[in-house]
DNA sequence: CGGTTCCTTGAGGATGATCAACGAGGGTGG
DNA sequence: CCACCCTCGTTGATCATCCTCAAGGAACCG
């Protein structure tokens, strides 16, 4: 968890209910808000022009986002929409700010956060540039995999076309791969489920 | 700037000069040092087993790179390397935390880095991603032009592989782009040298 | 059971990668 | 000053790959 929520509330910050596939925030809007979800999970992603949308990432329980542009004055540089349905916590950026004057904790938190995303950003990049689709999608299911450390195989909760918008590639292309990668067993498809 | 020089220097920092293409840290290894640009360039990047270079950014003149690492415990991601001769200076991990501890200024100011970081890396990959060649590159060319608010042309300082290693491309691909951006006017070329 | 949403397959086409060869410029040393 | 080398730029031909388009099937949900 980001902000202590009983420290959030204390400073005015408000829960809002968030249906699944309602907008939180849009690109090239000024940021005006820090959000924390506190149950349901968002979607970051940009479209372009032909409608093609590429996914900058996924966040869940009582992780934050769109925080970046809340201290550098800028837009957002993507859109964010409900993924599921989801409760999140919506504080204005000069309390937030705030609170991290006051809380020297709570900004090396931040702090140390956003150099985790930096680096997960900066490998994530590097494999969607280089790689051919079946490295991409299987560096997609490593970066993805929630329980990192377990050996059984689990059920990836992305759809196909999901995959697609994170990796850059084509729907098509991601089912022609996982066909394959399944038959080197370096995933399982039971009954179109995937299993990594 | 980063952080004042002379504070740095107080806290047992030393200067050191890396000829060009001297390698100043390597992807994989442990993060020990915060590093800070006095003259001079460097570039990051990652090579895949093809032997295939993916840039991930240049940093120059005043601007500290390498971060991240040293606030998460974990290791490069990346590869540095210096792109020309140039003199850096160098400050262990522990000290750098320290220094952040006991100025709260200076630590408020590596946020607001690091969430530029953020962005630009969010808009980057959004534009390598899903883009035909000649969006990269021009997305490219916005990025690093020097002086944004300068209308008059200005001579691109990079070269077409350098170009293509930053866009995901193949020179040749860069070089064909180039030309075909030349024809509508979007760059100039002029005795090999591209200006925009 | 009807309607979504998601998955799947095939054929065809476009595009960027690859390979190979050559040209141009700049710097260095004889 | 010239010859050489090295890096960078350029071009054309060919190839592989992924995208596109189109159609149909499977699963799921109310």
Redesign the pocket.
């Known amino acids: 968890m980001q902000i202590d929520l009983d420290l959030l509330f204390t400073w005015g910050a408000i829960a809002k209910e968030y249906p699944k596939g309602k907008m939180v925030f849009c690109e090239d809007e000024k940021a005006n808000f820090y959000f924390q979800i506190i149950e349901g999970s968002i979607r970051m992603f940009n479209s372009n022009e032909?409608g093609?949308e590429f996914t900058q990432g996924y966040f869940t329980n009582g992780q934050s986002f769109g925080e970046p542009p809340l201290f550098i004055d800028e837009t957002y540089p993507s859109t964010a929409v409900a993924f599921q349905d989801s409760k999140i916590i919506k504080l204005s950026k000069d309390k937030l700010i705030k609170i991290l004057e006051e809380n020297p904790v709570v900004q090396k938190k931040f702090l140390n956060l956003m150099c985790q995303r930096i680096h997960s950003k900066a490998i994530s990049s590097k494999d969607i540039i280089n790689q051919?689709?079946?490295f991409r999608i299987m560096a997609f299911l490593i970066a993805h995999k929630k329980n990192k450390n377990c050996y059984e195989k689990e059920l990836v909760p992305?759809?196909?076309?999901?995959?697609?918008n994170f990796t850059?590639?084509?729907?098509?292309?991601?089912?022609?791969?996982?066909?394959k990668m399944s038959k080197c067993q370096k995933v399982d498809?039971i009954?179109?489920?995937?299993f990594y």
């Open positions: 032909e093609k051919k689709p079946e992305y759809t196909r076309q999901e995959i697609a850059g590639l084509r729907v098509e292309t991601v089912i022609r791969a996982f066909t498809i009954n179109h489920k995937v």
